[in-house]
């Protein structure tokens, strides 16, 4: 009797663990949502005038942005104020290169950045700890 118990006791204790993970992952899920819309709040922040964005692609929580610019300083400032963002870090320039649109010459770049989630931040582990 006491050996049923036992394994009742174990069955529960698995069964909680596997709704617990469930209730993580259904928050982290929510908490992911409106990150679309932060990145695109950001992105109109802190593109310069004379900088244009053809493509935006994300993977995870690396964002990889094309597009043209006026100069190789506009691309510069771009990355200055995407360096200063909450949001987002690391911006790395993977190429810049000299392209025509409509006659005229600007700089085609490219770079990658990153999201800060509050699940990657320092505090927020810490939180997730006590």
Same mark, same amino acid.
């Given at each position: 009797?006491?050996?049923?118990?036992?394994?009742?006791? *174990?069955?529960?204790?698995? =069964?909680?663990?596997?709704?617990? =993970?469930?209730?993580?992952?259904?928050?982290?899920?929510?908490?992911?949502?409106?990150?679309? !819309?932060?990145?695109?709040?950001?992105?109109?922040?802190? !593109? $310069?005038?004379? !900088? %244009?964005?053809?493509?935006?692609? =994300?993977?995870?929580?690396?964002?990889?942005?094309?597009? %043209?610019? =006026?100069?190789? &300083?506009?691309?510069?400032?771009?990355?200055?104020?995407?360096?200063?963002? $909450?949001?987002?870090?690391?911006?790395?320039?993977?190429?810049? *290169?000299?392209?025509? !649109?409509?006659?005229?010459?600007?700089?085609?770049?490219?770079?990658?950045? %990153?999201?800060?989630?509050?699940?990657?931040? $320092?505090? &927020?582990?810490?939180?997730? *700890?006590?």
């Amino acid at each position: 009797m006491l050996d049923k118990s036992i394994d009742e006791i *174990k069955r529960l204790r698995e =069964q909680t663990d596997a709704l617990l =993970q469930r209730k993580r992952v259904i928050e982290s899920l929510q908490g992911n949502r409106s990150e679309a !819309v932060g990145l695109f709040n950001e992105l109109a922040k802190n !593109v $310069p005038e004379g !900088v %244009y964005l053809k493509k935006v692609a =994300q993977q995870g929580n690396k964002i990889n942005l094309v597009g %043209y610019a =006026q100069s190789n &300083a506009r691309v510069s400032s771009l990355m200055r104020n995407l360096e200063s963002s $909450p949001l987002l870090e690391r911006p790395v320039l993977i190429e810049i *290169k000299s392209a025509t !649109v409509d006659k005229r010459r600007m700089s085609e770049f490219s770079l990658d950045l %990153y999201i800060t989630r509050a699940a990657d931040s $320092p505090d &927020a582990v810490k939180g997730q *700890k006590t």
